[in-house]
């Protein structure tokens, strides 16, 4: 939850950002691009760290870091300012996300984890949706720093929390005397092709997914919605993908993986071609809800399969490697976007654009898919 509002937190506050600091949309994209660049940077080193010296101990330094960066850029008046306390709230994310997914996966077992990591990853959506929920209620009364207060206190409400329920070492004892490489583990074992369709898939889908995060309720905006229909539609949009999520995981674990992801991708061209075809406060939540649903799904799918693909002691390093790559794909699209609006792209064009990457990210998706089938068979 800590992590999905001060993540949404960037979007939401995107329209009252840009006008309170005279920033321009490609700026204000830069900077969600470098918060994604310190998610990606971190989420690697976070990984590997999590095998070494265990998961708890890295998951609580990034609730330190997102708690102390959240607090900071509240005060920040100068876009350099602004770049470097995003760039080090993304790293501090970076260190909590593929750990806490391993811990998932260790403490569940092969019949449920799909919705164990799932529900987890819900938590992310669930704090998105109570940030949207602010928007909705306060409209323009909500000035973009509170946003970013509610994110460094919540990471505190966190802290102790994880501090003492978090188990201490749920790898260490599974670590092997002479431990893999990162690249042993990534490219070793004959898992070279399922790792580089991993990542493609990854890339892509975390491309739309973040894009969409950073910039829908500018979006949205532009298309004359209020600041309270905006939060409206964004929280349809969160609530949808808690629902879609569950749905799509609960496939997964019946071992229905092509199925699932066949459903997910399918179902982002008909959300994509909704939003680029309809108009009005109607199509726009319409449109938003099938993004929830399918979007938010198709990129969980791949993060819940990930633990399945790599030996035990390699569990982070593999999550970290495939949210790094995704995350990838996360830098680059809020300033693509940005830079797309501001040299006057409809929205139209831009959503029928997107279609090319759902295509190559499910292409790819499919082929992940057939090597764990394959696998589980084996």
Same mark, same amino acid.
């Given at each position: 939850?800590?992590?999905?509002?001060?993540?949404?937190?960037?979007?939401?506050?995107?329209?009252?950002?840009?006008?309170?600091?005279?920033?321009?949309?490609?700026?204000?994209? /830069?900077?969600?691009?470098? =918060?994604?660049? +310190?998610? $990606? *940077? %971190? #989420?690697?080193?976070?990984?590997?760290?999590?095998? &070494? @010296?265990?998961?708890?101990?890295?998951?609580?330094?990034?609730?330190?870091?997102?708690?102390?960066?959240?607090?900071?850029?509240?005060?920040?008046?100068?876009?350099?300012?602004?770049?470097?306390?995003?760039?080090?709230?993304?790293?501090?994310?970076?260190?909590?996300?593929?750990?806490?997914?391993?811990?998932?996966?260790?403490?569940?077992?092969?019949?449920?984890?799909?919705?164990?990591?799932?529900?987890?990853?819900?938590?992310?959506?669930?704090?998105?949706?109570?940030?949207?929920?602010?928007?909705?209620?306060?409209?323009?009364? /909500?000035?973009?720093?509170? =946003?970013?207060? +509610?994110? $460094? *206190? %919540? #990471?505190?409400?966190?802290?102790?929390?994880?501090? &003492? @329920?978090?188990?201490?070492?749920?790898?260490?004892?599974?670590?092997?005397?002479?431990?893999?490489?990162?690249?042993?583990?990534?490219?070793?074992?004959?898992?070279?092709?399922?790792?580089?369709?991993?990542?493609?898939?990854?890339?892509?889908?975390?491309?739309?997914?973040?894009?969409?995060?950073?910039?829908?309720?500018?979006?949205?905006?532009?298309?004359?919605?209020?600041?309270?229909?905006?939060?409206?539609?964004?929280?349809?949009?969160?609530?949808?993908?808690?629902?879609?999520?569950?749905?799509?995981?609960?496939?997964?674990? /019946?071992?229905?993986?092509?199925?699932?992801?066949?459903? $997910?991708?399918?179902?982002?061209?008909?959300?994509?071609?909704?939003?680029?075809?309809?108009?009005?406060?109607?199509?726009?939540?319409?449109?938003?809800?099938?993004?929830?649903?399918?979007?938010?799904?198709?990129?969980?799918?791949?993060?819940?399969?990930?633990?399945?693909?790599?030996?035990?002691?390699?569990?982070?390093?593999?999550?970290?490697?495939?949210?790094?790559?995704?995350?990838?794909?996360?830098?680059?699209?809020?300033?693509?976007?940005?830079?797309?609006?501001?040299?006057?792209?409809?929205?139209?064009?831009?959503?029928?654009?997107?279609?090319?990457?759902?295509?190559?990210?499910?292409?790819?998706?499919?082929?992940?898919?057939?090597?764990?089938?394959?696998?589980?068979?084996?």
């Amino acid at each position: 939850m800590c992590e999905g509002f001060d993540l949404a937190a960037m979007g939401l506050a995107g329209p009252s950002m840009i006008h309170g600091l005279g920033l321009s949309r490609s700026t204000f994209g /830069l900077a969600v691009s470098l =918060m994604m660049a +310190g998610f $990606a *940077l %971190s #989420a690697t080193i976070g990984g590997v760290l999590g095998d &070494r @010296v265990g998961r708890r101990r890295v998951v609580i330094a990034g609730l330190g870091t997102i708690a102390v960066f959240s607090a900071l850029t509240i005060g920040v008046r100068q876009i350099d300012g602004l770049l470097a306390v995003r760039f080090l709230t993304g790293a501090g994310i970076g260190l909590v996300y593929p750990n806490l997914m391993a811990i998932a996966a260790d403490i569940s077992i092969a019949g449920n984890r799909s919705r164990i990591i799932s529900l987890v990853n819900c938590g992310g959506s669930v704090g998105g949706l109570i940030g949207a929920a602010l928007l909705a209620v306060m409209g323009a009364r /909500l000035h973009w720093q509170y =946003m970013f207060v +509610g994110g $460094a *206190l %919540s #990471a505190l409400a966190v802290l102790p929390i994880a501090y &003492r @329920v978090l188990p201490r070492s749920t790898n260490m004892e599974k670590t092997p005397a002479r431990q893999a490489t990162p690249l042993q583990v990534l490219l070793g074992g004959g898992r070279r092709g399922t790792t580089i369709a991993l990542w493609i898939a990854c890339f892509c889908t975390s491309f739309i997914f973040y894009m969409l995060s950073g910039w829908a309720p500018t979006l949205l905006s532009d298309r004359g919605l209020s600041p309270g229909q905006v939060g409206a539609a964004t929280s349809a949009l969160s609530a949808a993908a808690i629902v879609g999520v569950l749905i799509l995981a609960t496939l997964l674990d /019946l071992r229905r993986y092509r199925l699932s992801f066949l459903l $997910a991708y399918a179902g982002m061209i008909a959300a994509f071609v909704t939003f680029a075809l309809s108009g009005g406060v109607a199509g726009a939540f319409a449109s938003m809800a099938m993004v929830g649903l399918t979007v938010m799904g198709g990129l969980l799918l791949l993060f819940a399969l990930t633990p399945a693909l790599y030996p035990e002691h390699g569990k982070s390093t593999g999550l970290g490697a495939a949210v790094a790559t995704g995350r990838i794909g996360a830098i680059l699209s809020p300033w693509v976007l940005g830079r797309l609006l501001d040299s006057g792209l409809g929205q139209r064009e831009l959503f029928l654009g997107l279609l090319i990457p759902v295509v190559i990210a499910g292409l790819a998706a499919q082929a992940v898919a057939a090597r764990a089938n394959a696998a589980e068979t084996r």
